[in-house]
């Protein structure tokens, strides 16, 4: 659906589009006057023609308009369409007039140039690459593994004709670095209403599932609500956050969905599901090859995954603190590609300092970019080169410098 000043734009037009159609019983229209409105009695201020002329021509305009409106509804969004019988042929039996045919036509050509309508298939779904990748560019600071795997990833799987598996990705890293950001990036840009869309399920492992005990009846309903939501959606984004929390039962029903599926298995042909398992596991080590990375004179942008990833999956397997290591997600190599989120540094923080001035449409100066940078915490103590809390709370500090 339109949104904001693209939604208010559209109806403008498509209010001076319906005052150009022409109307039932005017002049050039060909049709019948409107049935039932005989002329009001002599002597009634009602009676001046002009006026009643006036009338039946608002009249005809708002029930027009509303038909219309319901045409226009149901060519752009068929999933919201409720139209029965008696409303298709409107309230007064009329047809729709050729010319009023191309206006409609004209219209929804207009709306679905930039907004991916859909004459069959899921009109929530936009998987918006272009967009995606403008986003990760300009609002992912410090993150250029990350920006790389995950555009290019999710959009290979997503452009298969029949792909055998759901994608799972599981992003590692300090908090603060971004995880949580580009899930909510990934939402915003394939569905149109983002992390809202029935076809979008989050779960936090300690919110959603807090209590051991109860394990048994949080796989039972974590497995119908996965169920469900594909049920529903043939395109499916499940985000898990604090995933090394999860329960090992948990992990051994999600390990079900992650399965390669046969061609006559029961996953249909345009069914594609999306796994994100976001965690703080493996941060440590991340840190630990950036530092000496940079401590060896090398760029941060140097570092490929090569350099990381075998640490990276080392750390988590070997992880005591947490079973996501050693479910099967994991030594079913199910988890299609662990995604490092590396530290950030001084000049990223600024950087986020700065989004969150623009995002909420405040003047700031560069000094009030460094004073906001300069709170954060830094580690180690002898280099003091990552943020210890990333760029986490960068946008309630700016309330320190508003006047």
């Given at each position: 659906?339109?949104?904001?000043?693209?939604?208010?734009?559209?109806?403008?037009?498509?209010l001076?589009?319906?005052?150009?159609?022409?109307?039932?019983?005017?002049?050039?229209?060909?049709?019948?006057?409107?049935?039932?409105?005989?002329?009001?009695?002599?002597?009634?201020?009602?009676?001046?023609?002009?006026?009643?002329?006036?009338?039946?021509?608002?009249?005809?305009?708002?029930?027009?308009?509303?038909?219309?409106?319901?045409?226009?509804?149901?060519?752009?969004w068929?999933?919201?369409?409720?139209?029965?019988?008696?409303?298709?042929?409107?309230?007064?039996?009329?047809?729709?007039?050729?010319?009023?045919?191309?206006?409609?036509?004209?219209?929804?050509?207009?709306?679905?140039?930039?907004?991916?309508?859909?004459?069959?298939?899921?009109?929530?779904?936009?998987?918006?690459?272009?967009?995606?990748?403008?986003?990760?560019?300009v609002?992912?600071?410090?993150?250029?593994?990350?920006?790389?795997?995950?555009?290019?990833?999710v959009?290979?799987?997503?452009?298969?004709?029949?792909?055998?598996?759901?994608?799972?990705?599981?992003?590692?890293?300090?908090?603060?670095?971004g995880?949580?950001?580009?899930a909510?990036?990934?939402?915003?840009?394939?569905?149109?209403d983002?992390l809202?869309?029935?076809?979008?399920?989050?779960?936090?492992?300690?919110?959603?599932?807090?209590?051991?005990?109860?394990?048994?009846?949080?796989?039972?309903?974590?497995?119908?609500?996965?169920?469900?939501?594909?049920?529903?959606?043939?395109?499916?984004?499940?985000?898990?956050?604090?995933a090394?929390?999860?329960?090992?039962?948990?992990?051994?029903?999600?390990?079900?969905?992650?399965?390669?599926?046969?061609?006559?298995?029961?996953?249909?042909?345009?069914?594609?599901?999306?796994?994100?398992?976001?965690?703080?596991?493996?941060?440590?080590?991340?840190?630990?090859?950036?530092?000496?990375?940079?401590?060896?004179?090398?760029?941060?942008?140097e570092?490929?995954?090569?350099?990381?990833?075998?640490?990276?999956?080392?750390e988590?397997?070997?992880s005591?603190?947490?079973?996501?290591?050693?479910?099967?997600?994991?030594?079913e190599?199910?988890?299609?590609?662990?995604?490092?989120?590396?530290?950030?540094?001084?000049?990223?923080?600024?950087?986020?300092?700065?989004?969150?001035?623009?995002?909420?449409?405040?003047?700031?100066?560069?000094?009030?970019?460094?004073?906001?940078?300069?709170?954060?915490?830094?580690?180690?103590?002898?280099?003091?080169?990552?943020?210890?809390?990333?760029?986490?709370?960068?946008?309630?500090?700016?309330?320190?410098?508003?006047?």
């Amino acid at each position: 659906m339109l949104r904001g000043p693209r939604r208010a734009r559209g109806l403008c037009l498509l209010l001076l589009l319906l005052l150009l159609l022409p109307l039932p019983g005017a002049p050039g229209h060909g049709g019948a006057a409107w049935p039932g409105e005989a002329a009001d009695e002599p002597g009634s201020a009602w009676a001046w023609p002009g006026f009643q002329r006036l009338q039946e021509r608002l009249r005809a305009a708002g029930a027009l308009s509303r038909r219309y409106w319901a045409l226009f509804r149901c060519q752009v969004w068929p999933g919201d369409c409720e139209e029965d019988e008696e409303a298709a042929a409107g309230p007064l039996g009329w047809s729709l007039p050729v010319l009023g045919q191309q206006y409609l036509d004209i219209l929804t050509t207009w709306y679905c140039s930039f907004q991916d309508c859909c004459n069959s298939g899921d009109c929530r779904i936009s998987n918006n690459f272009t967009g995606l990748e403008s986003d990760l560019r300009v609002r992912l600071h410090g993150q250029h593994l990350a920006r790389e795997l995950v555009l290019r990833t999710v959009r290979h799987y997503l452009e298969m004709p029949q792909p055998d598996k759901a994608l799972a990705l599981s992003f590692h890293g300090w908090s603060g670095t971004g995880k949580n950001f580009v899930a909510r990036m990934l939402a915003e840009s394939l569905y149109r209403d983002g992390l809202r869309s029935d076809c979008v399920k989050i779960f936090i492992a300690t919110f959603h599932f807090p209590h051991p005990k109860y394990t048994d009846l949080y796989k039972e309903q974590l497995m119908g609500q996965i169920q469900e939501t594909q049920q529903r959606c043939h395109q499916t984004l499940f985000i898990f956050d604090e995933a090394e929390k999860l329960h090992p039962g948990l992990l051994e029903v999600l390990g079900l969905q992650l399965e390669h599926q046969s061609s006559e298995g029961h996953r249909a042909e345009s069914q594609r599901t999306i796994f994100l398992f976001l965690s703080n596991l493996g941060g440590n080590i991340i840190n630990e090859v950036v530092l000496n990375w940079l401590k060896a004179g090398w760029s941060r942008e140097e570092i490929t995954m090569e350099h990381l990833e075998p640490h990276l999956q080392a750390e988590i397997v070997e992880s005591t603190d947490s079973g996501f290591g050693h479910s099967r997600l994991v030594k079913e190599n199910l988890v299609d590609f662990f995604v490092p989120f590396l530290p950030l540094e001084y000049h990223h923080v600024r950087l986020c300092a700065r989004d969150a001035f623009q995002n909420q449409e405040l003047p700031y100066t560069e000094e009030a970019l460094d004073e906001i940078a300069k709170m954060m915490v830094y580690v180690p103590k002898e280099q003091q080169l990552f943020s210890s809390q990333g760029c986490k709370s960068i946008s309630q500090r700016i309330n320190y410098f508003l006047p």
